[in-house]
């Protein structure tokens, strides 16, 4: 069935085809209107789920932690600051291997304060050991949630889909909604080997010495290298289900392009128009859209870009003191691999509207340059 | 325990990744996750002048003072050699040794 849906809803209704059995979520600002409507989706009796309302983020992770350490399908969604206080359970989700799948909408971190795009929420919490997915369309947004629990509760992982505020989170798209059915034949319920059972008492996350806190580490790792080929071949049966597919990394155009962009989120659909713009003119670019983060698709990107003589990186974020966030992992991926040059451009930070005439202007601009440059601001006022 | 141990080529007792579970889980059994080998100090009691007035025992954080007939036993695996019961001790009665000397 299609409907037109905000993105913020897309996450709501991807929540409810999963069938996720409890949400946590605190009910004010950075909140966006992802839980505001599950509140009136479960309320109407459309999910039967248990939505608590906590005082706050850290308490929500907590409180999905909690109910997925009993075996039940967990979701919570954030923003920005809110994620931030979420920080220290994220960890604790991912160490103690529960496949809680939540959204944020990335939106610039305050002061001064913002509701405007920006993934440096997001990206902060690369390190905590979840899969990391940037959505980059409102269809995106709704297929990921229900993908996410299949990849999640195969691998024990938590899974963070991030979108760009305000472009996606409150803008209308049609999206397509499949009917539960077809999801329930995709998505058995949950039913972990190790939960918290009064009959079968266990102590879980207790001190852990130096002589296994190695291996748990290790074991995640392996998780995470699984999740690859999980995320691949769950993208492929979902694709059965919908005609949809979605993989680690979408290649537009990049088979033979001299200049390939390498983009996520909203600015990877700009940069597509953008590429057909400059293919008229003759100019043989391509497009790497990075959906997935961690695991880092390492091997599908350098495969992407084989043919290529330059890339230029797009980030809608900054590592101050480095530079953008997705040039630096792209410049590490191809560390021993290949001498493709890079060149790493921000754009859109806060939220700063990026035109496929901006994008243009970057591939000219990288076309032209002789020297790769770790991080060019595009657009700063001086 | 969701921990399994397998001994080695060399006869020694290990546990690696495939012993265990995904997630620290159950490992939380403190009589089985040792905790002794962050002791640097070791409470040795004297049982001459110990009075068994156990307020060692009432003072122990572990606790790994136990009373065993009627006497304070200390549990060495689970002593962590901070020495509280040698200070709390109104008769001196317990004297300190240096670990790994
Ligand atoms: S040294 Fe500390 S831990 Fe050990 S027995 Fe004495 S009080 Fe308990
Ligand atoms: S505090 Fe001293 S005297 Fe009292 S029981 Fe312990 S060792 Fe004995």
Known sequence: MKKTMIGNHAASWGAQLSRVQVIAAYPITPQT?????????????????????????????????????????????????????????????????????????????????????????????RDTGMMHIFASSSQDILDSTIISYKVSEQVLLPTLISFDAFFLSHTMEVVDMPPITDVDKFLPPYNPEYKLD???????????????????RYKMQNAMDDAVGLIKKEGREFEKLTGRYYDLVHSYKCEDADLIFVTSGTIAETTNVAVDELRKDGKKVGNLKIRVIRP??????????????????????????????????????????????????????????????????????????????????????? | MLIKFRTDKKGVKISGAKDMPPMPASLGLMNWNKTSSWRNLKPIIDYEKCIDCFI?????????????????????????????????????AIATEVEGK
């Open chain 1, 33 to 125: 209107l992802i839980v505001e409507k599950l509140s009136e989706i479960v309320a109407d009796g459309e999910l039967d789920a248990k939505f608590i309302k906590v005082e706050s983020e850290h308490s929500a992770m907590s409180a999905c932690i909690g109910a997925s350490a009993t075996g039940a399908r967990a979701y919570t969604a954030t923003s920005a600051q809110g994620l931030a206080l979420m920080h220290e359970m994220l960890h604790w989700a991912a160490l103690a291997r529960l496949p809680i799948v939540m959204t944020n909408v990335n939106r610039a971190m305050a002061p001064g304060w913002s509701i405007w795009a920006d993934q440096n929420d997001s990206l902060s919490q």
């Open chain 1, 198 to 216: 009064v009959n079968n008492p266990r102590s879980f996350g207790a001190l852990t010495s130096e002589e296994h806190y190695y291996e748990f």
């Open chain 1, 296 to 382: 880092y698709p390492k091997q599908d990107i350098l495969k992407a870009v084989k043919n290529c003589s330059k890339i230029a990186v797009i980030d809608r974020n900054i590592s101050c003191g480095y530079h953008g966030i997705f040039a630096q992992e792209l410049k590490g991926a191809l560390y021993n691999e290949s001498d493709i040059p890079v060149w790493g451009y921000l754009a859109g930070i806060g939220g700063r509207d990026v035109k496929v005439d901006d994008i243009k202007e970057i591939a000219d601009e990288t076309f032209k340059s002789k020297k790769p440059v770790d991080m060019i601001m595009k657009g700063v006022k001086i």
């Open chain 2, 56 to 92: 060692c025992w009432k003072f122990c954080p572990e606790p790994a003072i136990k009373i065993v007939d009627e006497r304070p036993v200390i549990d060495y695996d689970f002593c962590k050699g901070c020495m509280l019961c040698a200070e709390e001790c109104p008769k001196d």
